[in-house]
């Protein structure tokens, strides 16, 4: 096996060796997420690419992974959310009337505005209300609403996202206001108000505010990650359980010297763990003076905290305001800063050094280099730098319209919505395998064509393999020797196919070795089924089917180790995606009974008919798949797919021969056979699962396991299709009808009388043709010239119309 390189954003550039702290054993922490809201895809983005990678490293490597995540449950975010919850639950419990409510959501309008939308407030006329909002929402941001920039210059990015969350923040809470429904769409602009004005009434001591929240939004993260076949961490931790534990590791970095007390708060002091001979900012040195990553890392509650020696100096533990959760320490009732909280979990479980930390790009600064410092700091002695992580790794964002998605900007799909619209587990995985990890990834049309493609490429194939098992052998289980003989082929070509399988595994090492690049392992993929298809299609009557049948395991291993199949476990050694009923414990006889059921129906619909008899169709009438089924059940195998085989492959090879005769009997018996054929393609066995695909040249069906929801879905589009066929050849025989009965309407009129009611002429000739003018004036040359020729027209008609009907009338 080749060393594994990873891009380790520690060593930017290219891969470098990853070599662990202890052979075989890996230990890993990856940030886990700040539960005060539902989850999206971006964090789909970040959690499933470390899955895996997570689970190339155990399952293809063959790591020993300790994994430990842990769950932020009390920062500013989850603070403000939870503290604005209460004081709106509060104030709907007032019912107050409706005119202060009208009074309240105004002045929550216009502190909205002033806060981020200024330029609302500062034009010029009349105050901003409710019928001017428009007009100079307009005015102001019309070129951003449009999609232009605010200086007009390059392509939309995160501030444009922002500055249209406030707008449309702003939009919903007009028309709530101007329909009396102020808690039904203001709730965004009322809620900062609402704290502005009374977050220091709250009682904290009631943490209960904030623990509601966050325990129920960890359920919903968990329920999504669980949806996504995410594996769960081998450590939870959380912040609340270790906050004793976050003030004694902040006390002995400030004991280090390494950071001081100011007004209640404790910040890093990185000038005095420079002077030490520390590096600061190792991950990202150019951002380190950048006041707005700075301040976003500090919280939005913690601007008014004062007392720092330097600019870049950072929070280690945060004096509590009124309104705010707090704890005892020895500098006073506080709270952990962001950063010191993984340190600290980070520490207990993995120790004072680690392989691998983990999380989105956006955490690169300040919130990773700070860890590494404040962690450094507190494990470094005799002014030696110690190394606390070895190899950061950092996922990529995932985009929308050029700005990455996020709750803050407010454009986002969340993951439940996502699974329950667009996505599945396994086509959202799909899309992120086909990016590099620590590349960004952008929504796009193109981007899930690409990923369609390859899911239907790869099922299809593991599809149609098992097919070709069901019908050389009866099974889908691995080939005997017994049974090779019945696909032999030249060795010449049997070497040409296993050597394409052999050189496929060590491309798929390379790819893997090499920072994880799925991107060309997913090609790998795709290029081995292209060849294996290329066997199948030139090879038919001479197919090395123990060869074909090796590629289409080892991709159903690949694709477990991907976690493209959530009903598969490791070692990955089934054929195909896993079937959802497969289980130890279930009961063969029950799991049975749906394709038992199938077989008895069509066996008593085919004896029913009119058929010619035969040794064939005898034989085939006084089949008993029972007995296959008895010996499946008694060597243990719960598989339902497999424990269905001989009921399936008994109603094929019927169906087979009723297909093959149809053309030899009576035009009853053909349409009562005709209409049972569809009958079980299209439902019985689509209705299980299952798919007929009937071949030319008195080839058998293939037998082919579908999902039966797919199915039903593309019998459903077929008829839908057929319906809309039939709606539209009605439209147009009903259309022609109409317009066959308007034309012998007008052939219907003889030439000498079409003109004669036209209001325009005074005066007709003996043919009817118009010759006077309403004013008694001449009828002009070139007037009377267009008429004649329709006049002429009219006479042909007219004479079509006595020839068809003879007189008689239309």
């Given at each position: 096996?080749?060393?594994?390189?990873?891009?380790?954003?520690?060593?930017?550039?290219?891969?470098?060796?990853?070599?662990?702290?202890?052979?075989?054993?890996?230990?890993?922490?990856?940030?886990?997420?700040?539960?005060?809201?539902?989850?999206?895809?971006?964090?789909?983005?970040?959690?499933?690419?470390?899955?895996?990678?997570?689970?190339?490293?155990?399952?293809?490597?063959?790591?020993?992974?300790?994994?430990?995540?842990?769950?932020?449950?009390?920062?500013?975010?989850?603070?403000?959310?939870?503290?604005?919850?209460?004081?709106?639950?509060?104030?709907?419990?007032?019912?107050?009337?409706?005119?202060?409510?009208?009074?309240?959501?105004?002045?929550?309008?216009?502190?909205?505005?002033?806060?981020?939308?200024?330029?609302?407030?500062?034009?010029?006329?009349?105050?901003?209300?409710?019928?001017?909002?428009?007009?100079?929402?307009?005015?102001?941001?019309?070129?951003?609403?449009?999609?232009?920039?605010?200086?007009?210059?390059?392509?939309?990015?995160?501030?444009?996202?922002?500055?249209?969350?406030?707008?449309?923040?702003?939009?919903?809470?007009?028309?709530?206001?101007?329909?009396?429904?102020?808690?039904?769409?203001?709730?965004?602009?009322?809620?900062?108000?609402?704290?502005?004005?009374?977050?220091?009434?709250?009682?904290?001591?009631?943490?209960?505010?904030?623990?509601?929240?966050?325990?129920?939004?960890?359920?919903?993260?968990?329920?999504?990650?669980?949806?996504?076949?995410?594996?769960?961490?081998?450590?939870?931790?959380?912040?609340?359980?270790?906050?004793?534990?976050?003030?004694?590791?902040?006390?002995?970095?400030?004991?280090?010297?390494?950071?001081?007390?100011?007004?209640?708060?404790?910040?890093?002091?990185?000038?005095?763990?420079e002077r030490a001979g520390n590096s600061y900012a190792k991950l990202r040195p150019e951002s380190r003076n950048d006041k707005a990553l700075?301040?976003?890392?500090?919280?939005?509650?913690?601007?008014?905290?004062?007392?720092?020696?330097?600019?870049?100096?950072?929070?280690?533990?945060?004096?509590?305001?009124?309104?705010?959760?707090?704890?005892?320490?020895?500098?006073?009732?506080?709270?952990?800063?962001?950063?010191?909280?993984?340190?600290?979990?980070?520490?207990?479980?993995?120790?004072?050094?680690?392989?691998?930390?983990?999380?989105?790009?956006?955490?690169?600064?300040?919130?990773?280099?700070?860890?590494?410092?404040?962690?450094?700091?507190?494990?470094?002695?005799?002014?030696?730098?110690?190394?606390?992580?070895?190899?950061?790794?950092?996922?990529?964002?995932?985009?929308?319209?050029?700005?990455?998605?996020?709750?803050?900007?407010?454009?986002?799909?969340?993951?439940?919505?996502?699974?329950?619209?667009?996505?599945?587990?396994?086509?959202?995985?799909?899309?992120?395998?086909?990016?590099?990890?620590?590349?960004?990834?952008?929504?796009?049309?193109?981007?899930?064509?690409?990923?369609?493609?390859?899911?239907?490429?790869?099922?299809?194939?593991?599809?149609?393999?098992?097919?070709?098992?069901?019908?050389?052998?009866?099974?889908?289980?691995?080939?005997?020797?017994?049974?090779?003989?019945?696909?032999?082929?030249?060795?010449?070509?049997?070497?040409?196919?296993?050597?394409?399988?052999?050189?496929?595994?060590?491309?798929?090492?390379?790819?893997?070795?090499?920072?994880?690049?799925?991107?060309?392992?997913?090609?790998?993929?795709?290029?081995?089924?292209?060849?294996?298809?290329?066997?199948?299609?030139?090879?038919?009557?001479?197919l090395d089917l123990p060869a074909i049948e090796a590629i289409a395991r080892w991709i159903t291993k690949v694709v477990g180790i991907l976690?493209?199949?959530?009903?598969?476990?490791?070692?990955?050694?089934?054929?195909?995606?896993?079937?959802?009923?497969?289980?130890?414990?279930?009961?063969?006889?029950?799991?049975?009974?749906?394709?038992?059921?199938?077989?008895?129906?069509?066996?008593?619909?085919?004896?029913?008919?009119?058929?010619?008899?035969?040794?064939?169709?005898?034989?085939?009438?006084?089949?008993?798949?029972?007995?296959?089924?008895e010996s499946l059940a008694s060597e243990g195998v719960r598989d339902p797919e497999q424990l269905g085989l001989p009921y399936l492959r008994?109603?094929?090879?019927?169906?087979?021969?009723?297909?093959?005769?149809?053309?030899?009997?009576?035009?009853?018996?053909?349409?009562?056979?005709?209409?049972?054929?569809?009958?079980?393609?299209?439902?019985?066995?689509?209705?299980?699962?299952?798919?007929?695909?009937?071949?030319?040249?008195?080839?058998?069906?293939?037998?082919?396991?579908?999902?039966?929801?797919?199915?039903?879905?593309?019998?459903?589009?077929?008829?839908?299709?057929?319906?809309?066929?039939?709606?539209?050849?009605?439209?147009?025989?009903?259309?022609?009808?109409?317009?066959?009965?308007?034309?012998?309407?007008?052939?219907?009129?003889?030439?000498?009388?079409?003109?004669?009611?036209?209001?325009?002429?005074?005066?007709?000739?003996?043919?009817?043709?118009?010759?006077?003018?309403?004013?008694?004036?001449?009828?002009?040359?070139?007037?009377?010239?267009?008429?004649?020729?329709?006049?002429?027209?009219?006479?042909?008609?007219?004479?079509?119309?006595?020839?068809?009907?003879?007189?008689?009338?239309?």
């Amino acid at each position: 096996m080749d060393s594994i390189k990873l891009h380790n954003s520690l060593k930017p550039g290219a891969p470098v060796p990853f070599v662990p702290i202890e052979k075989g054993k890996i230990k890993w922490y990856a940030c886990g997420p700040t539960v005060y809201d539902q989850s999206h895809l971006g964090h789909a983005r970040n959690y499933v690419s470390t899955d895996i990678i997570r689970r190339i490293l155990i399952h293809y490597f063959g790591f020993d992974v300790r994994f430990v995540m842990n769950i932020t449950d009390v920062d500013d975010k989850i603070i403000l959310r939870g503290r604005r919850q209460r004081l709106l639950d509060d104030l709907k419990k007032k019912n107050l009337p409706q005119p202060e409510l009208f009074e309240l959501g105004m002045a929550a309008l216009k502190a909205y505005a002033t806060n981020n939308l200024p330029q609302l407030v500062e034009a010029d006329g009349p105050e901003l209300d409710l019928t001017n909002y428009i007009s100079r929402r307009d005015a102001a941001y019309g070129k951003v609403l449009a999609g232009g920039t605010l200086t007009g210059e390059g392509k939309p990015g995160d501030d444009e996202a922002k500055l249209k969350m406030h707008i449309s923040n702003m939009t919903s809470a007009v028309i709530a206001i101007s329909g009396n429904k102020v808690f039904n769409g203001a709730e965004e602009i009322l809620l900062p108000y609402l704290d502005s004005l009374y977050k220091q009434t709250i009682d904290t001591s009631d943490q209960s505010i904030f623990t509601d929240l966050t325990k129920f939004m960890e359920g919903e993260f968990t329920d999504d990650m669980d949806a996504l076949n995410v594996l769960r961490p081998d450590v939870i931790t959380r912040v609340t359980d270790y906050v004793p534990a976050i003030a004694a590791f902040v006390e002995r970095i400030v004991d280090k010297g390494f950071a001081y007390e100011a007004e209640g708060s404790v910040y890093f002091d990185i000038a005095a763990f420079e002077r030490a001979g520390n590096s600061y900012a190792k991950l990202r040195p150019e951002s380190r003076n950048d006041k707005a990553l700075q301040e976003e890392g500090e919280g939005s509650l913690s601007k008014s905290l004062g007392g720092k020696k330097g600019a870049g100096d950072f929070a280690l533990w945060k004096k509590s305001k009124p309104g705010e959760p707090y704890w005892p320490s020895k500098w006073g009732n506080g709270r952990p800063g962001w950063h010191i909280e993984c340190s600290v979990m980070a520490s207990d479980i993995l120790g004072s050094r680690m392989d691998i930390h983990s999380g989105g790009i956006d955490l690169a600064f300040p919130h990773h280099d700070n860890e590494i410092c404040q962690s450094e700091a507190y494990f470094c002695e005799h002014g030696h730098e110690h190394t606390w992580v070895n190899n950061f790794l950092h996922m990529g964002h995932l985009s929308i319209s050029g700005s990455k998605m996020s709750k803050s900007l407010k454009n986002f799909q969340t993951i439940k919505d996502a699974l329950a619209s667009t996505y599945t587990a396994r086509s959202m995985r799909i899309v992120f395998l086909l990016g590099k990890w620590h590349d960004g990834v952008e929504i796009s049309p193109d981007m899930r064509t690409q990923a369609d493609n390859w899911e239907s490429l790869v099922n299809n194939f593991l599809t149609n393999i098992k097919s070709l098992l069901v019908e050389a052998t009866g099974t889908t289980d691995a080939i005997t020797d017994g049974t090779k003989s019945l696909t032999i082929s030249d060795d010449k070509h049997a070497e040409g196919i296993s050597a394409d399988l052999e050189q496929a595994k060590k491309d798929l090492e390379s790819a893997l070795t090499n920072s994880f690049d799925t991107p060309q392992a997913m090609r790998v993929i795709a290029e081995i089924i292209r060849k294996a298809n290329v066997h199948i299609i030139d090879r038919k009557n001479v197919l090395d089917l123990p060869a074909i049948e090796a590629i289409a395991r080892w991709i159903t291993k690949v694709v477990g180790i991907l976690g493209l199949d959530a009903n598969a476990s490791p070692p990955y050694e089934g054929l195909g995606w896993a079937s959802t009923a497969a289980a130890a414990n279930i009961d063969p006889h029950v799991a049975v009974k749906p394709y038992e059921a199938v077989w008895n129906a069509v066996l008593s619909n085919a004896t029913a008919l009119q058929l010619p008899v035969s040794e064939t169709m005898t034989g085939l009438l006084s089949q008993s798949p029972s007995s296959p089924f008895e010996s499946l059940a008694s060597e243990g195998v719960r598989d339902p797919e497999q424990l269905g085989l001989p009921y399936l492959r008994a109603v094929s090879k019927l169906r087979d021969e009723l297909r093959r005769i149809v053309a030899t009997v009576l035009p009853e018996t053909k349409a009562s056979i005709l209409a049972l054929s569809d009958r079980i393609r299209d439902f019985d066995l689509t209705n299980l699962g299952v798919y007929l695909d009937d071949r030319p040249d008195g080839q058998p069906s293939l037998i082919k396991f579908i999902p039966a929801s797919e199915l039903i879905a593309a019998r459903e589009e077929k008829a839908a299709k057929e319906a809309e066929k039939t709606r539209a050849k009605e439209e147009a025989k009903r259309a022609r009808e109409k317009a066959d009965e308007e034309k012998w309407a007008k052939a219907k009129v003889a030439p000498e009388e079409m003109f004669k009611s036209d209001e325009r002429y005074s005066d007709w000739d003996a043919e009817g043709m118009p010759i006077k003018m309403k004013d008694g004036s001449e009828v002009p040359k070139a007037q009377s010239k267009k008429l004649k020729k329709e006049w002429d027209r009219q006479k042909k008609a007219h004479g079509e119309y006595q020839t068809k009907f003879g007189g008689r009338k239309a």
